[in-house]
């Protein structure tokens, strides 16, 4: 299984329709602040969550998604003050028995191994084009 993780688009679609030309995956997994419709997200096939700046938007704050890769957490970050430090993220993936937590909100790129779970955090596509690719045998960071 290939995963396309993404974060912190800001509505730029065009960006996204560029970067989903490009990778190969198997499943698309956003961490909020997207921005675009949740119809539209439907229509991608765009498995996302509701970041600070989805005003009006229904998705849910937290989604966890079990595959062959394991147990995968998804939020944005910003409930959890991740801009202040990491420790109810970390609380959250531990109580939440992740083996992945994925999570937006600061822009910043950054791949973390804690108590054995990654924290991912892709970046964000609209400012800096960062995402990553998860696949079985590693986690990659990415530009495009």
């Known amino acids: 299984m290939r995963i396309l993780v993404t974060s912190d688009i800001h509505g730029d679609e065009q960006t996204l329709h560029k970067l989903r030309k490009k990778e190969r995956y ?3 997994l956003d961490s909020g602040d997207s ?4 119809q539209n997200l439907q229509s991608m096939q765009i498995v996302s969550v509701k970041g ?3 005003f009006f938007s229904n998705l849910p704050l937290i989604r966890v998604i079990e595959n062959e890769l394991g147990k995968i957490l998804i939020v944005h970050g910003h409930i959890q ?5 990491l420790k109810y993220l970390y609380e959250l993936g531990q109580a939440q028995r992740a083996n992945i937590v994925i999570y937006g909100h600061t822009h910043y790129q950054m791949l ?3 108590d ?3 924290y991912l955090n892709p970046g ?3 400012f800096d084009n960062k995402y ?4 079985k045998e590693k986690i990659e960071l990415k530009e495009l």
């Open 26 to 28: 198997d499943l698309h």
């Open 35 to 38: 921005n675009i419709h949740p």
């Open 52 to 54: 600070n700046t989805d």
């Open 81 to 85: 003050g991740v801009k202040s430090g």
């Open 112 to 114: 973390e191994h804690q």
């Open 116 to 118: 054995g779970i990654y």
């Open 124 to 126: 964000s596509l609209r």
């Open 132 to 135: 990553a690719i998860i696949t």
